[in-house]
């Protein structure tokens, strides 16, 4: 079983540590198991939580018997990260574990110099003293999450929620993290990153009525031929004002939008039905199947045939379904690689290429 340990420090903020509590903690996979094993683990016998006193079941040794790491955020920013929880950081880092944080849960991987060259975000409000205080990390302010492989980090508040239903779908696929979505009453995929909760940089843009028809539309059309033209001249735009406010409303250009919706739908598709590669890439509106394959592996980061593999459970029933499911697009989550199932233990130390330039993958946080 995967072996989820969640690093209090004192501070800690309640919903950053209950959140992956509760996603891991809860899910469970289509015979009955548990998908995780969740310990909270501190370096002191006392975590001051503010509301509340917590009182770890671990200590810092479960770091290195966890296949999965997490450090919430903590309140004081400028709170020193004690030298042993950095060393420990460091040799499970070492050991190959995979290590999320989320909202300020950066600073102490930045402490600990994890993510020292790397791409990473923060909350929105903490993004500029992330950057300040650590030159060599490269600060992303505008997404909901980065997938650096080994290294992933989030936004605040929801957007834990967001990386902790990314991790699902790496470890046990789309039906499973659509399986915790449902449990915690929350949409699988959001379009847009951070950048449209950051008032002080980029005030978010007024709900835009022109917006949400075109993407329902877009995504009943998305096996369609679809060019910029086209989609401008259905929301009765010119293309470039329809580029201007898509992005402001979704954190994304329309074309890459629409790019990753078939992706999307793709990945159902290959779960869920018995159908070819070829046919799905018609399915879901590539002109080519090489298109289609670069394009999947670009924003997947493997090959669908390899996906299939990984996420394709013998017996499941298989649906045919006609249209793209809820939340397709709109989402770097979009950029999942399929990583290794539950039952290998330590996530690969090297990003794909697919997760560091384009960091967004985090186009869903909070």
């Not at 409000?125 to 300040?132: E, I, S, V």
């Not at 401008?232 to 580029?243: C, E, K, Y």
Request: glycine share 8%.
């Amino acid at each position: 079983m995967h072996r989820i340990a969640i690093l209090a420090l004192d501070g800690v903020i309640p919903f950053d540590l209950s959140t992956p509590i509760e996603v891991f903690g809860r899910l469970r996979l289509p015979d009955g198991r548990a998908a995780y094993q969740v310990v909270v683990c501190a370096a002191t016998a006392e975590v001051d939580a503010g509301a509340f006193t917590l009182r770890p079941a671990a200590d810092l040794t479960a770091l290195a018997t966890a296949d999965t790491v997490i450090v919430p955020g903590c309140a004081d920013l400028s709170a020193p990260v004690p030298q042993p929880v950095q060393a420990a950081l460091r040799a499970t880092a070492d050991a190959g574990t995979r290590i999320a944080s989320i909202c300020s849960g950066a600073f102490v991987l930045a402490a600990a110099g994890l993510l020292d060259g790397r791409p990473a975000t923060t909350h929105w409000r903490a993004a500029a003293d992330l950057a300040a205080r650590y030159p060599a990390v490269r600060v992303h302010p505008d997404v909901l999450y980065v997938d650096d492989g080994q290294i992933l980090t989030s936004a605040g508040a929801a957007a834990g929620l967001d990386l902790c239903l990314h991790l699902v779908r790496r470890d046990h696929g789309s039906a499973a993290a659509a399986d915790a979505a449902r449990l915690s009453v929350m949409p699988l995929e959001r379009s847009g990153g951070q950048a449209q909760f950051i008032p002080a940089q980029a005030p978010p843009a007024p709900p835009e009525p022109a917006i949400e028809p075109l993407l329902n539309w877009l995504r009943e059309q998305a096996a369609e031929p679809m060019t910029l033209a086209r989609i401008a001249d259905r929301a009765g735009m010119s293309p470039r004002t329809l580029h201007r406010r898509f992005r402001e409303h979704t954190g994304v250009p329309p074309l890459r939008w629409l790019q990753e919706a078939r992706i999307r739908q793709a990945q159902h598709l290959l779960e869920a039905t018995d159908d070819g590669v070829e046919q799905i890439s018609r399915r879901v509106g590539f002109g080519s199947p090489t298109a289609f394959r670069e394009s999947f592996k670009r924003i997947v980061g493997t090959s669908p045939y390899a996906y299939r593999g990984a996420f394709r459970r013998p017996g499941d029933e298989r649906s045919q379904p006609t249209g793209a499911r809820r939340q397709l697009g709109g989402s770097s989550d979009g950029r999942r690689r399929a990583a290794r199932s539950s039952t290998q233990p330590k996530a690969s130390t090297t990003p794909t290429s697919s997760t560091v330039p384009t960091p967004r993958m985090a186009a869903l946080p909070a």
